[in-house]
């Protein structure tokens, strides 16, 4: 099954949010942007994307390049070489990435 909310501290303050509202992560420097629906600002925590992967991928994400992981459930369209998300986010991915999103957008999106 998934996994709970995902769970993080921000400005001292702990934050729990759904994964679904999570459209993407991605690293800068030290730390981990997380990038939620409905709030103009990632939030940026201390956190490495290597300690959330695995659960991210357990929640529909997939890396798109070493430093971003994406929301399946948030992808609109995708045209090479970008992956554009809700809000009007987009990624830059190269081609064999990009394949590798599209198939596992499809098989997402066969699966909801």
Sequence with gaps: ???EDFHFQFMKQNYSVPWSDIICFNTEGNNLLITVINTP?????HKSMKSIRADAIK???ISCTSSYMINLYHIKTIKDPYVYLSEGKKVKAGKRVI???KEAQLSFLLRT
């Design 1 to 3: 099954g998934l996994a």
């Design 41 to 45: 600002d990632p939030y940026a925590v």
């Design 59 to 61: 929640n529909h994400f």
């Design 99 to 101: 394949k590798d999103v």
